[in-house]
């Protein structure tokens, strides 16, 4: 268990530190997204099909959220710093191939390198705030602007993608990731401080093996389970045998005296309240971007950068709610902040549910997009202050790694799901339009795989062919819009009332020695 520290002492230019970190996270985050815009040019000029641009945005996934806990765990042995300076350099060097690749095979398998480096990068940066920030209420307000820049990044990413693929060409959006690395290595190296060794004992490797091996099989075995089908015995069998390795992993992790994550910590209703809190509100997130950057371009008609500054409302509130959420949660509780938080965000989605291909942006989309982006500001902030205090400074990397494995599988189980279900009903819908019958095989194919390649077959078509293509691919998409969103909608009502139950405070005394907060926690180096 954590035990009481002496104060260290204050970090100078903290807030500029903080924006140094958060900068960071930026930069990895962004990653996520960025790349989408790009994906009609990539598919052109490396002749890809649908599967081999998917595994251009899921290669960084997999990578990214199978290695976290590893990250976080190398952050702790050898340096949050070292390692986060390790991966931003990594980072940058692998963008120059990416940005070269002259094949799908090639920019692939670049992709999951940058995954590796921003599984170093991301933890780092939320262990070195609890560094950075020894007093409760500034750590409380680095966190909330932490976890405001990566629910930000969601946005950006889209916004500077769609920028930069009007005036570059692809190349350009892993040539951006240069400039950035440069400006965090100068501002990590000006300003953050080491983040000390806090690890020692013998190094678990079959721990790191294992973790690994449970978290890489299961988010491909998610990311694979729209292509194979749910029920598929590859999808099942990859399934199962992820959650087999977990178990090893607790098991051995409660065994060996040095673990790379003391797994008691799940014990912890509040610690596992707040992960699944954040799980299941990235959950959502990431699956309606998913969905709303597609309807910007195919249903609403906008173009790359257009898209992307739609999404801009979002990534405002979401700035807003974020410092506001921490001083609510100091009034009102965590429990009730994050419950409020969820239900913004289930209305929002529900909102969806009402929207079609003529419906207004400034009339419903946008107040749609912010009731989400409330939400998510009320969660993320107070969830991520409760998992870190959950863990002692020694594991603050690995803390962090849990916090943004729960960000990172939310969202991929996310984009699986609601992918899956707005696929499946897109085609049935697609398939029962009569223009589709005058279609020779090839077009008919290309109209079956996605609204996207529906677009492209209007534009080839005759002119008597291309609104009737056009209605049929928009409302075959709008249709599965809505399919889909029900998954999001109910994954966030559902998390209201059980998160609030396990987030409830529990009030004790403060004078003693071992007391806890009234997040029901205990604290590494403040009472």
């Known amino acids: 268990m954590p035990t009481l520290l002496t104060d260290p ?77 390790t991966g931003v350099i990594g980072f940058a060097l692998v963008s120059i191939p990416a940005a070269l690749s002259s094949s799908l095979g090639a920019l692939v398998a670049t992709r999951v390198g940058l995954g590796v480096c921003a599984a170093l990068v991301f933890p780092a940066t939320l262990a070195l705030l609890t560094v950075v920030f020894t007093d409760a209420k500034e750590r409380a307000t680095a966190f909330g602007a932490w976890a405001a820049t990566t629910g930000v990044s969601v946005a950006i990413g889209p916004v500077l993608g769609g920028w930069l693929m009007e005036h570059y060409s692809w190349a350009s959006v892993f040539w951006i990731n240069l400039p950035l690395a440069a400006a965090v290595l100068l501002a990590v190296f000006a300003l953050v401080p080491s983040g000390g060794r806090d690890h020692s004992g013998r190094f678990d490797t079959l721990g790191l093996a294992l973790s690994i091996a449970a978290m890489t099989l299961l988010v491909y075995s998610v990311i694979e389970g729209p292509h194979h089908g749910w029920t598929d015995p590859r999808t099942l069998g990859g399934i199962g045998l992820a959650l087999a390795l977990a178990a090893l992993f607790v098991r051995h992790e409660l065994r060996t005296p040095a673990p790379i994550l003391d797994v008691r910590v799940f014990s912890n209703r509040m610690f596992s309240g707040a992960a699944l809190q954040i799980s299941l509100a990235f959950f959502a997130l990431f699956g309606f971007i998913f969905l709303i950057t597609q309807y910007f371009q195919a249903v609403k008609g906008y173009g790359t950068l257009s898209a992307g500054l739609h999404t801009l409302p979002f990534a405002i509130v979401m700035a807003v709610m974020s410092p506001l959420a921490m001083v609510l949660t100091g009034r009102f509780g965590v429990a009730r902040v994050a419950a409020t938080g969820s239900l913004l965000m289930a209305t929002g989605f529900a909102m969806v549910l009402i929207t079609d291909a003529n419906s207004s942006y400034w009339g419903l989309i946008v107040w749609s997009m912010s009731l989400m982006a409330a939400g998510l500001g009320l969660i993320s ?85 291309r609104a009737p293509i056009l209605d049929a691919a928009r409302d075959a998409f709008v249709a599965g819009l809505h399919q889909s969103v029900w998954a999001a909608v109910i994954a966030t009502a559902v998390a209201a009332p059980i998160c609030a139950w396990l987030l409830r405070e529990r009030k004790m005394p403060l004078a003693t020695p071992d007391a806890t907060d009234v997040y029901g926690l205990r604290h590494s180096s403040e009472v």
């Open 9 to 85: 002492p204050v970090v100078r230019h903290r807030w500029a530190a903080l924006a140094a970190l958060c900068l960071a996270s930026l930069m990895v985050m962004m990653d996520n997204t960025i790349v989408n815009v790009a994906l009609p040019s990539i598919a052109a000029d490396l002749d890809s099909g649908i599967s081999g641009l998917q595994w251009v945005v899921d290669g960084y996934t997999l990578a990214f959220a199978g290695l976290l806990i590893t990250g976080g765990h190398l952050g702790d042995r050898f340096g949050r710093r070292r390692m986060l300076i």
């Open 381 to 465: 902030g107070p969830c991520t202050h409760v998992v870190m205090n959950a863990l002692p400074p020694a594991q603050a990397g690995a803390g962090a790694a849990v916090n943004d494995t729960t960000r990172e599988f939310g969202g991929t189980m996310g984009v699986a799901v609601l992918g899956s279900v707005l696929t499946s009903i897109y085609t049935a819908r697609i398939g029962d339009a009569a223009v589709v019958d005058l279609l020779p095989d090839s077009a008919r194919a290309a109209m079956n795989s996605s609204v996207m390649g529906a677009l492209e077959v209007a534009r080839q078509a005759p002119e008597q062919l």
